[in-house]
Structure formats: structure tokens, C-alpha cells
Nanobody
Framework: VQLQASGGGLVQAGGSLRLSCTVS????????MGWFRQAPGKEREFVAA????????LYTESVKGRFTIVRDNVKNTVYLQMNSLKPEDTAVYYC???????????????????WGQGTLVTVSS
């Protein structure tokens, strides 16, 4: 499956952005979808995921209440709505896809099979 991420940019602290990840080559419905991010000099970290079978969502603690992951199976697109952005949210954001991951593996980057190219989010203070 091919993934195309977009929507990054420069925003002031407290602002909002919506990232999009469009899937091609397969139908989105059967895939677990996730967002990860990687800041300069740091490892790639889990941000959010939504499962394909039951649409269960999972968030890393630091974005709970601020970020929302939503999937639109008709448009074959997954969104990450990011509100109340902070400078520490600055990173390259990647979307990922895989099938039938167990819950405990959703937060682990090597568990995911397909990755998009990344989109840069910069939050100024």
C-alpha cells in the first residue's frame, strides 16, 4: 500500500493543523492506521492509531485531549487533527499502515509495514 502524507507547516503555539494521509493501492478499511513523529536527534515515536477492525483509537499520553485521529474509508484517508499545538510537537510526522496488529504492538514502529514520506510540523513559541 502507498501512503501520501500532507498538511504540515509552520504554526504558532496554541494553533491547529490537520494532517492527511491518503492511501492508494488498497482499500483503507482493512488496515490499521497510525501516526508517528520524529524530532531532530530523537527516535521515531508513536502519536496515535486507529484500528481497522473496530476503529479503536490509541494516543500517546502527551497528545491526549489535543489530537484526534479520524479515518474516512470512503476517501481512503486518515486525518490527524492537532489542536493546542506546543513547540515540543515540532517534528516530521509520518503515517503508517498495517493489518491486524495486536494492541500492544501499535506503539512500536517496527510493527508497521508501510510508511508515508513524512510531513514537517513546526510550532513556534
Amino acid at each position: 500500500v502507498q501512503l501520501q502524507a500532507s498538511g504540515g507547516g509552520l504554526v504558532q503555539a496554541g494553533g491547529s493543523l490537520r494532517l492527511s494521509c491518503t492511501v492508494s493501492g488498497r482499500t483503507l478499511g482493512r488496515y490499521d492506521m497510525g501516526w508517528f513523529r520524529q524530532a531532530p536527534g530523537k527516535e521515531r515515536e508513536f502519536v496515535a492509531a486507529v484500528r481497522g477492525n473496530d476503529r479503536t483509537t490509541l494516543y500517546t499520553e502527551s497528545v491526549k485531549g489535543r489530537f484526534t485521529i479520524v479515518r474516512d474509508n470512503v476517501k481512503n484517508t486518515v486525518y490527524l487533527q492537532m489542536n493546542s499545538l506546543k513547540p515540543e510537537d515540532t517534528a516530521v510526522y509520518y503515517c503508517a499502515a498495517s493489518q491486524r496488529l495486536i494492541m500492544s504492538s501499535l506503539t512500536n514502529p517496527p510493527s508497521w509495514h508501510d510508511w508515508g514520506q513524512g510531513t514537517l510540523v513546526t510550532v513556534s513559541s
